[in-house]
């Protein structure tokens, strides 16, 4: 109900600031709607005007540990120059300071473009129904030529930033099970029948070594080489970032082997990570004496160019199957038989822009403007993942090239307690987009 009410507020907003139409779009009834709404460009023909599509999204993770935040987390408060509550940087502030770049835009006469919105509603549920409704009202968004979104933060706290890259993700369960249903004592039973969760660890302990290489065979084949243009640039990152930028959180913790290191495994090295393990054991965690009749965990990939999504999701597959099967084979009868559940599911492509095209300079030079830089923004990548970005890409090729304008900083805690965003941040970012909406079709047309 809440995030229904929020696609209805939003809906409402657009058309009080001007938008030629706002609805709420949906070709999955289940899921929460794409907000979508346009504001026309207010000059020369619409015809021969280029569309710029705005991406976002008004869902927000869960507030977690109330008892964790210093103000109400759905309770937007002011505090000491910054916002807080829950979805104030992620990312319905950033969407609220587009919008309002676009209308001023509009209401001025200064929209030489035309721009139309689609914030969806299940983001941080993976996207659920985005494409399916996109394809399916494809004439509400026309041929855009610039995909604009602000879902990503700086790498500091007093530097702004540009994102050309993130990685993409695949998400597995991993499930043991036993032909008995039922947990048993391990006192009674213990040795003569299969042990769920021996089998599970033994799985886990083969997917990465301890320098924490990812042991699927093939895994690594088609990651593209680093090359030494690459180290350079993330040279002068790190001795600008770590001269600036000292308070900063990925500067005071002091990584070991190096900022530069850090930033390369989260960048631009895959990962694999094993998120939590789960029995099937209803009793207290205190009780240590039963043998669960099942065991599962949860486990993601982060995938990097040139990795396919597909192929690592097989890779991943084909190593877990075999072994189980290995292990399987070298156990004694028991009185109970083990099977292996395994659901991969490629999630989000890797997303990698160039930051040399015109549209990335054009972006830089309102970033610049905007804040009084002597020089360009930091150009950085992200960890995370973002799947409506490659897929957007993808979808409106060859025309549309995506570009992530950060405004939060690194210490907002999107997802965590406390998270915040300032003021100054969400002000200037509205007059980045602003900035760059205002002169973008200097360098994006209509023609092919």
């Known amino acids: 109900p809440e995030c229904r009410r929020a696609a209805r507020f939003l809906r409402d907003l657009m058309l009080q600031l001007g938008a030629s139409d706002a609805r709420l779009v949906s070709s999955t009834p289940t899921n929460n709607p794409i907000v979508y709404g346009r504001f026309d460009a207010t000059q020369g023909p619409l015809e021969t005007r280029p569309t710029v599509f705005v991406y976002g999204h008004y869902d927000v993770m869960p507030s977690g540990d109330d008892a964790r935040w210093e103000s109400p987390p759905f309770e937007m408060t002011g505090r000491d120059g910054y916002v807080y509550g829950r979805g104030v940087s992620d990312d319905k502030g950033p969407v609220l300071a587009t919008l309002f770049a676009v209308s001023e835009l ?5 929209l030489d473009i035309s721009v139309v ?8 549920h993976g996207s659920v129904g985005l494409y399916e409704t996109i394809a399916a009202h494809r004439t509400l968004f026309g041929v855009p030529r610039l995909v604009l979104l602000s ?7 007093s530097t702004p930033c540009l994102t050309y890259g993130m990685r993409g993700s695949i998400r597995a369960t991993v499930r043991v099970e036993t032909s008995r249903n039922a947990d048993v004592h391990s006192g009674v039973w213990g040795g003569a029948v299969n042990e769920p969760l021996t089998c599970l660890a033994h799985i886990l302990a083969q997917l990465v070594d301890p320098s924490g290489r990812v042991l699927v065979p ?7 080489p680093v090359e030494e243009s690459e180290r350079e640039a993330m040279k002068d990152l790190v001795s600008f970032v770590s001269a600036r930028e000292k308070q ?9 082997g190096g900022l530069d290191r850090q930033l390369m495994q989260r960048w631009r090295q895959p990962a694999l990570t094993i998120h939590h393990v789960d029995v099937s054991t209803v009793a207290a965690p205190s009780n240590a004496t039963l043998v669960p009749a099942a065991a599962q965990a949860s486990v993601s990939v982060r995938v990097v160019p040139d990795q396919s999504l597909e192929d690592i999701a097989d890779k991943l597959k084909s190593h877990v199957e075999e072994i189980f099967d290995t292990f399987v084979g070298k156990r004694p009868a028991m009185l109970d038989e083990l099977s292996l559940r395994l659901d991969v599911k490629p999630i989000a492509n890797w997303w990698l822009a160039d930051p040399l095209t015109p549209v990335y300079r054009a972006a830089s030079r309102a970033i610049r403007e905007e804040w009084g830089m002597d020089s360009d923004p930091l150009l950085i990548r992200e960890g995370g993942s973002i799947p409506a970005v490659p897929w957007l890409e993808s979808f409106f090729a060859p025309h549309a090239i995506a570009v992530n304008l950060p405004m939060g900083q690194s210490s907002d805690n999107a997802h965590l307690d406390n998270e915040r965003i300032s003021l100054e941040n969400l002000l200037r970012g509205r007059q980045v987009v602003w900035r760059l909406l205002r002169d973008i079709s200097k360098v994006i047309t209509t023609k092919d």
């Open 106 to 110: 509009h209401a001025a006469g200064l």
């Open 117 to 124: 919105f689609c914030i969806e509603g299940e983001e941080e």
């Open 248 to 256: 900063a959180p990925v500067v005071a913790t002091k990584p070991v």
């Open 218 to 224: 093939g895994f690594h084949d088609e990651v593209r």
């Open 151 to 157: 879902s990503s933060y700086w790498l500091g706290e």
